[in-house]
């Protein structure tokens, strides 16, 4: 009986944390449109191990300063809806590639010409993936 509470438990954290990183990610997508971010994409990577967290999610800019305006806004929507705060960021010297860390969400936030280079799709290709353009 033990074993199955337990089981339960953890099946109820879990769903927990499912729920939460789907409002994260919905946020972070909606927060994307509202600044024109292009070719959004997001990628599930449950299911390989050696990921490094459960989602990314990948957009692309046009210029440095649209690459600001797109992390700066996912940062405040993430703040003001989700109340959470970035595990960790970078990226905002140079504004090719900002990443924002919410630690089982990613967020790659890139100019076109930086995103045609290092082409993350491909390099997560086994991860299922679902494009959100408007």
Not at 1 to 25: D, P
Not at 43 to 63: M, P, Q, T
Request: aromatic share 8%; net charge negative.
């Amino acid at each position: 009986m033990e074993q199955l509470a337990s089981l339960s438990n953890r099946n109820k954290k879990s769903a927990a944390r499912l729920t939460k990183n789907s409002k994260i990610i919905k946020t972070i997508i909606a927060a994307i449109q509202e600044k024109k971010g292009e070719n959004i994409i997001s990628l599930d990577l449950r299911k390989i191990n050696e990921a490094v967290a459960d989602f990314f999610i990948i957009c692309e800019a046009s210029n440095s300063t649209q690459v600001k305006a797109l992390a700066e806004n996912i940062e405040f929507r993430i703040d003001e809806k989700c109340e959470e705060k970035p595990y960790h960021h970078e990226g905002f010297q140079q504004l090719q590639w900002v990443l924002i860390d919410y630690v089982n969400v990613v967020v790659h936030v890139m100019q076109s010409e930086t995103r045609k280079f290092y082409q993350l799709e491909e390099m997560w290709s086994d991860a299922a993936s679902q494009e959100h353009n408007e």
